[in-house]
């Protein structure tokens, strides 16, 4: 078991950025990928970024490329997601995840999310 608290989430402007951040209770280590994933209202839930254990290999969706980034620190039990020139579209509930295989599958530890909205 372990539990993933999210923070850093908040409104912000559009061009704006945020730097969310997922504290996991125990060491991520033996979790091969964290992720985050968001969920806007009337629409699924979707993988957003993703990285495996040694930080070294990453996904990210199309449509954040250039604008988002995802680490981890696993000295600091700590995951990341640098957000930068947010659009509205990015407006959302951001949850992260923890995962031995991939995260979203059904292995997946989830935090409560953070809500993270684009407006002026």
């Known amino acids: 078991q372990v539990q993933l608290v999210e923070s850093g989430g908040g409104l912000v402007q559009p061009g704006g950025s945020l730097r969310l951040s997922c504290a996991a209770s125990?060491?991520?280590?033996?979790?091969?990928?964290m992720g985050w994933f968001r969920q806007a209202p009337g629409k699924e839930r979707e993988m957003v970024a993703a990285?495996?254990?040694?930080?070294?290999?990453?996904y990210h969706r199309d449509s954040v490329k250039g604008r988002f980034t995802i680490s981890r620190d696993n000295a600091k039990y700590t995951v990341y997601l640098q957000m930068n020139n947010l659009k509205p579209e990015d407006t959302a509930v951001y949850y992260c995840?923890?995962?031995?295989?991939?995260?979203?599958?059904?292995?997946?530890?989830w935090g409560q999310g953070t809500q993270v909205t684009v407006s002026s």
């Open positions: 125990r060491s991520i280590f033996s979790f091969n990928a």
């Open positions: 990285i495996q254990r040694s930080g070294g290999n990453t």
């Open positions: 995840a923890a995962s031995r295989t991939w995260p979203g599958r059904d292995d997946t530890y």
